[in-house]
């Protein structure tokens, strides 16, 4: 018996409220920053959430927190990351997110203990070296940067299980990626991609693989071998079909296919053990599983 797949259509629709502070408003802003540092030096709390704080600086006092494990500046106006965060060498957490940094400062590399770095949404041209420093990172994220080049150091993050490089203006996927054997999520949407290398093939602990909003025709044999798949992102692509061999990715429980220009897909696909979510867009909704 066949098996009947729900497919889901999810209309996402996010709305941005922009709210103009007068300077009563900011000066209180910058007082509250001023005592969450203070509370968080005289508690000991080891969080400091500076994020949607309207800052374009990030107070000297906050490198003196050098017991701190998770720091977010995230959605502020910053440009830079000083060079002093090299001085919070117990940070586990470290969000950048939605600012204009153009850079990470090498010193960087001196957070040993760092497990999560999220700097999607800013403008970082460059990653130092220094990065591959970085041996206990478990998630890294830059997302929506200007990146051209990753450095080969980046094969030095041995515990690295998730891996975000997607939306940069790299003219290639970096070759050390696929020698990061131990990836289990990796993120190359948007990269102009036409074609997935062979190589894909040895990255077989992968079970998210994401290579969204990019121009790829056919997927190459070698993926097949990532049974560990749960998840495979193809949307916004030009895939016309699917090859039969995809049912080989038997933990498969994911598909998301919205955003092709699709004429057919294999039957088989309904027979796969594993696969309870397959999205399509209204219009691709053939009767090509019965």
């Not at 910058?30 to 309207?54: M, Y």
């Not at 090498?106 to 460059?126: M, Y």
Request: proline fraction near 7%; hydrophobic fraction near 40%; glycine fraction near 4%.
């Amino acid at each position: 018996m066949r098996k009947t797949l729900a497919i889901s259509i999810i209309i996402i629709i996010t709305t941005l409220t922009i709210t103009h502070c007068q300077p009563n408003q900011v000066r209180m802003g910058n007082l509250a920053v001023d005592e969450l540092i203070s509370d968080t030096l005289r508690t000991g709390e080891p969080k400091l959430d500076l994020s949607s704080r309207n800052l374009t600086t990030v107070p000297h006092e906050v490198w003196q927190l050098t017991h701190l494990t998770d720091l977010s500046l995230s959605k502020n106006h910053l440009t830079e990351l000083s060079a002093d965060v090299g001085n919070l060498t117990n940070l586990k957490i470290l969000a950048v997110v939605d600012n204009h940094v153009t850079t990470l400062p090498p010193e960087i590399g001196q957070l040993s203990n760092l497990k999560i770095l999220w700097a999607w949404n800013n403008n970082i041209t460059t990653i130092p070296p220094e990065i591959g420093q970085l041996t206990d990172l478990y998630s890294l994220s830059l997302w929506r940067n200007q990146l051209t080049y990753i450095p080969h150091e980046i094969t030095q993050l041995t515990t690295l299980k998730g891996l975000n490089i997607g939306g940069n203006p790299l003219p290639e996927i970096p070759p050390e990626v696929w020698q990061m054997q131990h990836l289990t999520r990796l993120h190359i949407a948007y990269l102009n991609l036409t074609e997935l290398p062979s190589e894909i093939g040895q990255l077989t602990n992968l079970s998210l693989l994401n290579v969204s909003g990019n121009h790829l025709t056919e997927l190459p044999d070698e993926l097949w071998q990532l049974t560990n798949l749960k998840e495979l992102h193809l949307d916004k692509n030009r895939f016309t079909t699917l090859p039969i061999e995809i049912t080989k990715l038997t933990n498969l429980n994911r598909l998301i296919l919205n955003g092709n220009p699709l004429k057919t897909l294999p039957p088989e696909l309904g027979q796969m053990p594993n696969l309870n979510r397959l999205e399509l867009d209204n219009k691709q909704m053939l009767n090509v599983i019965q």
